[in-house]
């Protein structure tokens, strides 16, 4: 597979200026062949908004506003599967997770419209290049900075299977320009190659950011929930779109900005660990921000795409701690570094 993370520093608010700065990450880079993209979470908003009054105004409906017409257009343009993190509004009248209020059961993370409320979720969108909706998953463990305007969601981890293309296009050059999930398409001799001939379906599992935290830090450090479910679910591939901070000073931020943050990669892998365990090796693509926003929230960078498993953390590329860039990889080639794991202690999360 080749896999890609934006990674970039939006700014609070300013979503049709974090849109053309994403575009112009992708028009500068080679896009060429890529199966998946990952961007950060709520990649377009920004992150640290200090409450629901604040983050309102960017709030998006399920699977339908600014952020997920921009994964539809760069899916489509780029003939790749894309995964973007959104703040998303679910509407009353159709999600199963949003009630009826009365004065009893207000809640501050639901807005209300004629007694009805509508919950919002930190959330991640998944689209294929035909602009179908492929997963909506919302965060299961928030953040502190979450839990001022998020639920929780309602129906925990998702584990879905992604149609990514199969080698078969790599041998067919006049069908790779095609179109996800068209029903068939022609081949040369004049007959027909259905979907599953051209496509292989991998099981995906999605987090965001604090999922890999034990939940809201109350739970031991040797409680790996999120873990436990990408290895339950039979999942070969994890997705990960994050707004990680950093303890690292704005000067080290600047002046290494192309050296990834290692206290924060180490505790990643410390996180992760089941999976290097295992007896199967997994993709894991952790697709972080950079740069600072308003609130003292500095974050981490070191976006990275790695090979866990067999007792290996392999390495296929990370981004530096405050480089603005596309990572791409391909995961059929050899891995550039791999890596030893030293355990530390907690690490801010979101």
């Given at each position: 597979m080749r896999i890609a993370c934006l990674q970039f520093a939006p700014q609070l608010g300013e979503v049709e200026e974090n849109i053309a700065q994403a575009d112009g990450i992708l028009a500068a880079a080679d896009t060429s062949q890529l199966d998946l993209l990952v961007?950060?979470?709520?990649?377009?908003?920004?992150?640290?908004?200090?409450?629901?009054?604040?983050?309102?105004p960017y709030l998006e409906p399920t699977g339908s506003g600014p952020s997920t017409q921009w994964a539809k257009a760069a899916a489509k343009r780029l003939n790749c599967i894309v995964t973007v993190g959104y703040p998303e509004r679910s509407d009353p009248a159709t999600d199963p997770s949003s009630y009826e209020c009365t004065t009893a059961n207000l809640d501050p993370t639901?807005?209300?419209?004629?007694?009805?409320?509508?919950?919002h979720y930190n959330s991640t969108v998944t689209v294929s290049p035909n602009g179908r909706v492929l997963a909506n998953y919302r965060k299961t463990h928030l953040y502190y900075t979450d839990e001022t305007w998020?639920?929780?969601?309602?129906?925990?981890?998702?584990?879905?299977t992604?149609?990514?293309?199969?080698?078969?296009?790599?041998?067919?050059?006049?069908?790779?320009?095609?179109q996800l999930l068209s029903s068939t398409v022609p081949q040369a001799t004049g007959t027909m190659l259905s979907t599953e001939d051209l496509y292989s379906g991998i099981r995906t599992a999605f987090g965001i950011?604090?999922?890999?935290?034990?939940?809201?830090?109350?739970?031991?450090?040797?409680?790996?929930?999120?873990?436990?479910?990408?290895?339950?679910?039979?999942?070969?591939?994890v997705t990960c779109s994050m707004a990680w901070l950093t303890h690292l000073p704005t000067a080290d931020l600047?002046?290494?900005?192309k050296e990834p943050d290692y206290q924060t990669l180490t505790y990643?892998?410390?996180?992760?660990?089941?999976?290097?365990?295992?007896?199967?090796?997994?993709?894991?693509?952790l697709a972080n921000r950079c740069g600072e926003e308003e609130g003292d929230a500095r974050y981490a960078g070191t976006a990275a795409v790695m090979g866990l498993g067999n007792g290996k953390a392999k390495l296929w590329g990370i981004m530096g701690r405050g480089e603005n860039g596309l990572l791409s990889v391909d995961t059929g080639s050899e891995a550039g570094w791999n890596l030893t794991v030293d355990r530390v202690g907690k690490e801010d999360a979101n």
């Open positions: 961007l950060p979470e709520l990649a377009f908003s920004g992150y640290n908004f200090p409450s629901l009054s604040a983050i309102t639901s807005s209300y419209d004629n007694g009805n409320a509508s919950k998020a639920a929780e969601s309602p129906t925990g981890w998702l584990t879905t992604l149609p990514l293309r199969s080698s078969l296009l790599n041998s067919h050059p006049k069908l790779s320009g095609l950011c604090m999922d890999l935290n034990p939940y809201r830090f109350q739970a031991e450090g040797n409680q790996f929930e999120f873990v436990t479910h990408v290895m339950s679910s039979s999942a070969d591939l600047i002046s290494k900005h990643w892998l410390l996180r992760l660990q089941p999976l290097i365990d295992a007896d199967k090796e997994r993709v894991v693509v």
